[in-house]
């Protein structure tokens, strides 16, 4: 059981960076694989982005590899995404998402046990 809540969201223009923050509450949160989801507008489902194992190793989508990087502070129960070289094509909401671990990596959005409510980032060209 973990409250996610993310942050960070806003429009900008194309080339520009931002940084998107998930707070967890919760006792155990270093114990949960944590991943960035998104869904575009028009999309009926959210696509992967990148997660970031107990273990510390980072998995991305392709269309982000390069210009995305996800980061977690377990001091701080919070999970990152710095988002660099911003495209039109990387508008939408953002969610933050964890599982426990136990559970290998997924790309899969239902295989996360708990999800934020999201956060707008759009890109203007």
């Known amino acids: 059981q973990l409250q996610l809540v993310e942050s960070g969201g806003g429009l900008v223009q194309a080339g520009v960076s931002l940084r998107l923050d998930c707070a967890a509450s919760?006792?155990?949160?270093?114990?949960?694989?944590m991943g960035w989801f998104r869904q575009a507008p028009g999309k009926e489902r959210r696509e992967f982005v990148a997660?970031?194992?107990?273990?510390?190793?980072?998995y991305y989508a392709d269309s982000v590899k390069g210009r995305f990087t996800i980061s977690r502070d377990n001091g701080k129960n919070t999970v990152y995404l710095q988002m660099n070289s911003l495209k039109p094509e990387d508008t939408a909401v953002y969610y933050c998402?964890?599982?426990?671990?136990?559970?290998?990596?997924?790309?899969?959005?239902?295989?996360?046990?708990?999800w934020g409510q999201g956060t707008q980032v759009t890109v203007s060209s």
């Open positions: 998402a964890g599982v426990r671990t136990g559970a290998g990596f997924s790309r899969q959005g239902d295989d996360y046990d708990c």
């Open positions: 919760g006792r155990t949160f270093s114990r949960y694989h």
């Open positions: 997660a970031i194992m107990w273990s510390g190793i980072k």
